[in-house]
Structures are given as C-alpha cells and as structure tokens.
C-alpha cells in the first residue's frame, strides 16, 4: 500500500477524544494515510517517511463533514413558498405534499441526477459522509425507489413513510400502510427509520408504533422532533434509547434533563431557523446541560434549502451560543456519533482519512469569514475528489 504524508498543516483539527482541547488541535502538524485511513498523527518534525508527500502550505485540516440529516431525494422547486415565508407567512408542514407529487412524477434518473448535484455540492463545501432520508413519495413504490435511489450515495439511508398523512387517506390508514407494506418495501434499502413527531403530522403513539415496527425489521430508529412546538417527541427518543433525536427547537427543562440522561443526542438544524424565521435552538442551554449536540443541514427543499455546513457552524456561533471549536466538533465528531459511526468524524489513527483542507489559518474563519468559499480541498479515504 502506498502512504501519503500530508505536511506544513498550519492547525490541524483532530477530534481525538483523549486530548485535552475539545478539537484536539496539533499546529505545525503532519499526518500520514496508507490504505484509506489515517496511520499517524503529529508535529510535522517528528513524521515518519512517506511514499509520497503532499505539502498544504500552513492551511488549517479538519476532518470532513459528517451531515447526518438531509433530504436530497426530491424533485420540484418551492422558492415561492420561501418567498412567501420571507413576506410574512409562517412556515407549516403541509408544504411537503407539494414535493410529493414533483417526486412521484420524476423519473428514476431524474431523482438520481438532482441527489448527485446536491451530494456533490455538499462535498465541495467539506461534507464527506451524508445521510439521506426518503420522506417525498409517501407511497409504497416510490418510497422504496426514493431509498434505492439515495443508496446509491451512502450508506446511511433513512425510510421517513412518516413524513405527512397524504391527502386521501386517514392517519390510521396510513400509519398502517407504513408499518405494513411499505415498511417491507423501503427495508431493505435503509439502515434507519425516522418519524416526524409534530402538531399536523404524527403524534407520540403513531411515531411509537413505526419505530417499533422499524425495529422489528432490523431499522434504527430516529425522530423529527419539537421543531415547529413543544411536544413529546424529544423525550419518547429519549425514552426509547435512540441514538439521536432532531431539530429540538423548543425544549423544557424536563427535556433538556430527559436528552442528558439517556445520552441521546440533539441534532440541531439552524438552517431550518434561518429559513423559517423561527427561534433558533438554544446549544447553549443544551451543552451547558451535558447534552451532546450535532449540527446538520436538513437540506430539503421546503424548510431548508441550504447544503452548507459551514453556514450552519457560523448561525450556530452567531445565534445559538456556541463556540466555533464546538460548532466544528458538532459537525464532525458529534455528527458521525449520530449515526453511531466510530470510523469517521475524526482524524486518529485507525479512522478513514476524511479530510478538508481550508484556505485558512484556523477552524474559527468557518465562522469568522460566513459565506466565503474557505474549502480548498477535500479527501475521503485519503483520495482527492
């Protein structure tokens, strides 16, 4: 195997969990990959030889992004309705049927077309392992080929049948048929299951009842949860042990306590507040608490169409009270910890060498300088894409 020295990094970002910095910053760095994963990590004066080198110029190195909640499955455009949200319109779900019916009228290549513009355009802003969500065809056929679809770019497929009730059927009738038919249609092409927990979608014991009927075919479950109100969806996640639970935009006490007991991660979503013109999640409060939090994007094209992590780092340092060594650590440690994944999300010996080089000295111009095009390079499994 051939091994690659990566030197001259200015900062170097490494999320090792054993250090006593939360980014685990080494300056002056180096770190060498052989065979798709990180070999060794260190001052560049002490590196071992290399087969090859690839000087970064004193640029600061971070591990890629780890977006572990999008929707890139869809078809249509809904610029007018964030028009309207803009002009004064508040933002309610039923939007979502709009999407349904552009999705089910593409074609297979043309959903796969979109989901590979929008991939690619995460990556060039950092992003190296993404999870997508079905949730836009809320029928038995086009579920199931929204999730082949989406496989077709990660590994992290998550079946939302539990998006909206559609028109034409009632929330019984249709709980049903995502717990039924469609459940066994969409399995076999997803790790995850997912319900959204809110006022005009499903309520506690119907999102109950998918993630049981999830987990009897093998699927992780995971949760939309208190984005558009308080509600019980946060601390069912937290009862139900899930790994992770998103959006927790309105939080109680008895939530926030719920979500540090259980361990259970809150993923947090500012693009959607930035979008929507909602309150913007608390991280303080949150991380204050001892909650672990991520940051993801939700890129969707109705609440949020943004792919950018490195916007939601700076609205997250700017408006929700986090550092931007926390904001970063969000994105990619926390972010691979939500989708219970050890071998991304950090750049430690043994993990896949995912990486992005900024045009920058520091982590902290993620935030500091929002909106500028800061990533100069990105590697996954130590190869430039």
Known sequence: MTSTLFTNIGELATNDPGAEDLLGLVEDAALVVEGGRVAWVGRAADAPAADEAVDLGGRAVLPGFVDSHSHLVFAGDRAQEFAARMAGESYA??????TVAATR??????LTSHVARLVEEMRRQGTTTV??????GLSVRDEARSLAVARQ???ETTFLGAHVVPEGTTPEEYVALVTGPMLEAAAPYARWIDVFCERGAFDADQARAVLEAGAAHGLRGRLHANQLGPGPGVRLAAELGL??????????DADVDALRDAGTIATLLPGVEFSTRQPYPDARRLLDAGVRVALASDCNPGSCFTSSLPLCIALAVRDMGMTPAEAVHAATFRGAEALDRDDVGALVPGRRADLMVLDAPTHVHLAYR?????VRGVWVAGRPV
């Open 105 to 110: 009228a593409a074609t297979d290549e043309q």
């Open 153 to 155: 770019f990660t590994e």
């Open 243 to 252: 790994v992770a639970v998103d959006h927790c935009t309105y939080l109680d």
């Open 131 to 136: 999870e997508i969500k079905s949730g836009y």
């Open 370 to 374: 929002p909106g500028v095009p800061l």
């Open 93 to 98: 779900a039923g939007g979502i049927r709009t």
